[in-house]
Structure formats: C-alpha cells, structure tokens
C-alpha cells in the first residue's frame, strides 16, 4: 500500500510563494514507471492537473501555471514538492498529490493513491 500525504503552510498572503511537499511511504519516487502529480481543487470546481516529476526525474507542467510552477523532488526523504509563485486568492484550493503513469501529463491519466489532500488558503 503505498501512502502519499501533503503538508502545507495553510495559509499564504498574496504575491508570496506557495509550498507544499508530499511524502511518499510503501513505495519510492524513482519507481519506474511512476509519475508523481499535483492537482488542485478550488472551492466549487473541479480537479486541475498542475504538473508531474516522474520516477526519472522529467518534469512537467500544465501549461497554463507553467510560468509560476516549480516542482523538485529530494529522493533521500522520498518526497517532492510544489512552489507556486505569486499566488492571489484565485490560487486558494485544496492541493493533493497523486501517483500515476505517463498519461497523467496528456491528462487523460488515471491515478492509484492519492494523498489526503492540504487546504491552502490564500488571503491578506
């Protein structure tokens, strides 16, 4: 049974830069063929992919936050994490970390464990 579960800052003023890692535990992230992914949920609508380290290392992202995301990974610690810059409170969601495969970056991926979930709130 592998575990993901998110940590986050809950609470993040505009224009600052939101962290949040996920720790891994019952498999490792250089698993092949594994895709590790961040997807959000805002208030009210639906799941949002943002982007994906692979068992590799590749790294990808949604187009439309590519410009303000950053996604690493420390393999020591089994865990990757997600930057997002300049957040406004259109940035406020829930934010999960999933394990999927290559497809997830086209996304039309299926996804086998998922984390809990990290409410993070975006507000002055």
């Known amino acids: 049974q592998v575990n993901l579960q998110e940590s986050g800052p809950g609470l993040v003023k505009p224009l600052q830069t939101l962290s949040v890692i996920c720790t891994v535990s019952?498999?490792?992230?250089?698993?092949?063929?594994?895709?590790w992914s961040w997807v959000r949920q805002p208030p009210g609508k639906g799941l949002e992919w943002m982007g994906a380290i692979a068992y590799d290392g590749s790294i990808y992202y949604s187009p439309s936050l590519k410009s303000r995301t950053s996604i690493s990974r420390d393999t020591s610690k089994n865990h990757f994490t997600l930057q997002l810059s300049s957040v406004t409170p259109e940035d406020t969601a829930v934010y999960y970390c999933?394990?999927?495969?290559?497809?997830?970056?086209?996304?039309?991926?299926?996804?086998?464990?998922w984390g809990q979930g990290t409410q993070v709130t975006v507000s002055s």
């Open positions: 019952g498999g490792t992230i250089t698993t092949d063929p594994y895709y």
């Open positions: 999933a394990r999927g495969d290559a497809s997830v970056v086209s996304g039309t991926g299926e996804y086998d464990f």
